[in-house]
């Protein structure tokens, strides 16, 4: 017999780790080709059926507090209340975050307010309330001034801002997470009665989202 028909250990060896290679070499291909068909189908459904960002709208807002301690430190509370609303008919939304907090000609008055994260289904809408409250909130030298012409123009006009994230839920499978922006306009009568009576908003508005 010549030395060549002689297989050595290592020969022996090398030969079963290229089948050991290509074993896990094949199972790698068919858990990607898995992976890959099922993510593919995630997104042809997302595709068609194109989820609708959530509505929504400023019900009620009341400012009960806006007083400057200097020229530049601004105690605040305010008191409103939001709807929300899921426009998916096949799709639910769970919130994981929601900060809300007002802002007024730039400038943020309030700290931000967190509030509890919940699960919206198909179609379905939801009141939340929120107070929001500054305790010497650094202001520009120029506010006592802007809520003087406001106060003469007989209107007074807030913004309340909310920001979060969202997951959508189709079924059993969720999607990952989502940030999201709600821009909400309140433009108030602005008479002499701060700090005896509050700001109230007129009628209820629709915010913008973004996401």
């Avoid at 929601?98 to 198909?122: C, E, N, R």
Wanted: charged share 20%.
């Amino acid at each position: 017999m010549s030395r060549e028909d002689v297989k050595s250990p290592k020969h022996c060896a090398n030969k079963q780790q290229l089948k050991l290679d290509k074993r896990y070499k094949k199972l790698f291909l068919a858990a990607s080709a898995t992976l890959s068909t099922i993510s593919l189908l995630i997104l042809l459904l997302w595709l068609i059926l194109r989820p609708s960002k959530p509505e929504f709208a400023l019900r009620q807002a009341d400012v009960y507090q806006l007083n400057l301690i200097d020229l530049h430190l601004l105690n605040s509370s305010i008191q409103l209340t939001l709807s929300s609303k899921n426009p998916n008919k096949k799709m639910g939304i769970f919130y994981d975050q929601l900060q809300v907090y007002a802002a007024y000609k730039g400038q943020q008055i309030t700290m931000g307010t967190s509030l509890p994260g919940f699960y919206q289904g198909q179609e379905e809408s939801n009141l939340l309330t929120a107070f929001l409250a500054g305790s010497s909130v650094p202001v520009a030298p120029s506010f006592g001034y802007e809520v003087g012409r406001d106060q003469s123009a007989g209107r007074f006009v807030l913004k309340i801002k909310a920001m979060g994230r969202l997951r959508w839920k189709l079924g059993s499978w969720v999607s990952g997470r989502y940030r999201f922006n709600v821009d909400c306009v309140a433009v108030m009568p602005f008479g002499p009665t701060l700090p005896t009576a509050p700001l109230t908003l007129s009628q209820p508005t629709r915010c913008s989202t973004t996401l």
